[in-house]
């Protein structure tokens, strides 16, 4: 069966014990609270339907953006981080469903299974998950500055331009910025494959590992729907295994960006944290942008339709405050959710190792 959207009225009040590094199982310290995962309780919930004659979005590539741009997107955070903190649209409230959905504050209660928790990453939720969060994380940023066209920016790793972290970010004033990152990396060359060590490498050979790093996990190890999206996940069990793009490049970024002189290199290096580094949603916008480019390549590079995935469901505040139900069904199209993503080059096409 299906895995069914938590009960949020019980949240953190079973386990929140499953405290996991992004990528490591080593002890972490400090374990976090209700205080870091639990939304707000909401009395209805209302099932999602898709807006009519909504504005269409483009996601821009961030490397690309005008300072206009720039501009509108430092003011829907700015505005974010001001509102009452016990707003489910509050910037500190949206970064905790993401510690909600992967720190064991939910279980699996509303599928009958109150003993085992919701963990939507290493499993094929991945990319349904983080594609819902980020609609209406880009629906409410959208909505505080009164434009329905604004999109989340894409970071663009995978292209060498794209491969440092965007300068905006990085202005201590802007609402943007977020101290704790590690300070080695402000002005360097990701590295897609990062394994907690930095590499004694040039930049260029940095940029060619990354491309053959893009290469591999894009096309090479994700041939078939579950090599992509990851394995099954279903009421009554566990997550069991990531997809291909999950591993790398994906925990690599969160890992490279995170800072290792905090406990357990929050924020984005960990789960519990990750969300209130606004680096998150560019990052997964371009996660993002990844199941579209590999639906694209055409063949075996479609969706899984399996209906125990289709018919799983989340739950997230949108823009009005409402606590609306959704279905990964509703969820593979970008064009039907009102978006799509500017078009740049794709270089690791070409990087065959
Ligand atoms: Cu939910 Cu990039 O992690």
């Not at 499993?123 to 983080?130: A, G, I, K, N």
């Amino acid at each position: 069966a299906p895995i069914a959207a938590p009960d949020i009225s019980k949240c953190g009040t079973k386990s929140l014990s499953g405290f996991k590094q992004v990528e490591d199982t080593a002890t972490v310290k400090g374990t976090p609270t209700g205080g870091d995962c639990c939304p707000p309780d909401s009395s209805q919930i209302l099932d999602f339907q898709f807006p009519k004659n909504q504005a269409f979005k483009i996601r821009p590539a961030a490397h690309l953006l005008s300072p206009k741009y720039i501009a509108k997107f430092n003011l829907a955070i700015k505005r974010m981080k001001e509102l009452p903190e016990d707003d489910p649209r509050n910037f500190l409230q949206q970064a905790r469903i993401h510690c909600a959905y992967c720190n064991g504050a939910y279980t699996q209660s509303s599928s009958g299974f109150p003993d085992i928790e919701i963990q939507i990453h290493n499993s094929w939720l991945f990319f349904p998950f983080h594609r819902w969060y980020l609609y209406f994380y880009e629906r409410i940023l959208g909505s505080l500055i009164n434009d329905p066209t604004f999109a989340l920016p894409f970071w663009n790793w995978d292209t060498p331009a794209g491969m440092t972290i965007p300068k905006y970010f990085k202005d201590p004033k802007s609402a943007l910025y977020d101290p704790k990152r590690n300070p080695y990396h402000l002005n360097a060359v990701v590295d897609l494959g990062f394994d907690g060590k930095d590499k004694d490498t040039t930049d260029i050979e940095k940029v060619k590992n990354n491309l053959g790093i893009m290469y591999r996990y894009m096309v090479t190890n994700a041939t078939d729907p579950e090599g992509f999206f990851g394995k099954p996940y279903r009421a009554g069990s566990s997550s069991a295994g990531s997809g291909s793009i999950e591993q790398n490049p994906h925990v690599p970024v969160h890992r490279w960006v995170g800072d290792p002189r905090e406990a357990n290199g929050e924020n984005l290096g960990n789960f519990y944290s990750a969300g209130r580094d606004t680096l998150f949603y560019c990052h997964h916008s371009n996660v993002d942008r990844m199941w579209s480019l590999w639906k694209m390549m055409g063949g075996k590079h479609v969706d899984i339709n399996d209906p125990d995935y289709l018919n799983t469901s989340f739950v997230f505040y949108d823009e009005n405050k409402n606590l609306v139900r959704v279905y990964v069904k509703d969820s593979l199209l970008t064009k039907k959710l009102g978006y799509d993503y500017q078009r740049v080059d794709v270089p690791w096409l070409k990087s065959k190792p």
